[in-house]
């Protein structure tokens, strides 16, 4: 057992060596903390939460960071193996909601797997409320598998964005998902200048099916941000989906859509098998 811990502070860099050996096996596939920790340390808008044993080795971290300018999010709270349900995780996660409210966030949001039952638990227990659950599935691309002509995926306009807002902002999906817009597991609230950027950027797609923002961000996977469309339609923007994949050389597309039965049935349907992701969130 090592020591009792201490209060809480500001991670550094050479806390890395400490925490790697017992976050790098979190998940059947790894964790991610050891690779993101150097990138939260110097990102402006983030902090690194530790509570260090008495010789100043993070026992318990998390990562707390502003999505807007009064939106903060909360993730990557890791506690050591021979410290868990000893108390560090609640006192970093409010640790966490002090500094984000500090800095003006007005709410602050964290994202459960469905499946994970306990920390579904505690984050309850720390005044936590269930406000959407969204749903992510992989698929395969198969580059034999081509949709019609009509249906495959073009860059938007600029001049199109307007309508591609006003369906959302009035469908299912914008409140089955609360406004909300993913990027990786992070959620905040969506803005027409996201529709902007990605058009800016040639990732805002459209075909007769309906709409969606798409980018890479490594070779080979191709994720979505956003859809907006509409029951008789997603088979087919999942189609489309398919397609751009195809024609991007990508080998996987990642899709997340809120927890809306008929979006969730067109993305098993297409050959995904989603898991559930529970986004909280709680008023400092």
């Not at 400490?18 to 596939?29: D, K, L, R, V, Y």
């Not at 939106?71 to 996660?93: F, I, K, Q, T, Y």
């Not at 907006?228 to 398919?242: C, K, N, S, V, Y």
């Amino acid at each position: 057992m090592i020591g009792l811990a201490g209060e809480v502070r500001a991670a550094r860099e050479d806390d890395l060596e400490h925490i790697a050996p017992w976050t790098s096996e979190t998940f059947e596939w790894g964790d991610y903390v050891p690779d993101r920790f150097q990138r939260w340390l110097t990102d402006p808008h983030s902090t690194v939460l530790v509570i260090p044993d008495p010789a100043d080795r993070p026992l318990a971290l998390c990562h707390a960071v502003m999505l807007s300018a009064n939106e903060g999010w909360l993730e990557g709270a890791r506690v050591h193996p021979d410290h868990r349900r000893s108390g560090l995780g609640s006192a970093l996660n409010r640790a966490g909601v002090k500094w984000l409210a500090e800095r003006g966030a007005r709410v602050v949001r964290l994202a459960v797997e469905g499946a994970n039952e306990s920390a579904r638990n505690q984050v309850e227990k720390l005044g936590y409320r269930r406000v959407c659950d969204w749903h992510q599935g992989d698929l395969a691309v198969d580059p034999t598998r081509r949709c019609p002509a009509p249906f495959r995926l073009r860059p938007v306009a600029p001049s199109e964005i307007d309508a591609a807002w006003m369906f959302w902002a009035n469908s299912d999906l914008a409140l089955a998902g609360r406004e909300l817009i993913p990027n990786g597991w992070q959620w905040r609230r969506t803005r027409p200048d996201d529709l902007i950027e990605a058009a800016g950027d040639g990732s805002l797609y459209q075909s007769p099916a309906g709409w969606t923002v798409a980018r890479q961000p490594k070779p080979g996977r191709l994720e979505t941000t956003f859809l907006a469309t509409a029951t008789e339609d997603a088979p087919r923007l999942f189609d489309g989906l398919q397609d751009l994949g195809v024609r991007l050389d990508v080998d996987t597309l990642s899709v997340k859509v809120p927890g809306t039965p008929w979006v969730v049935e067109a993305l098993t349907r297409a050959g995904a098998r989603p898991r559930e992701i529970v986004v909280y969130a709680k008023m400092p």
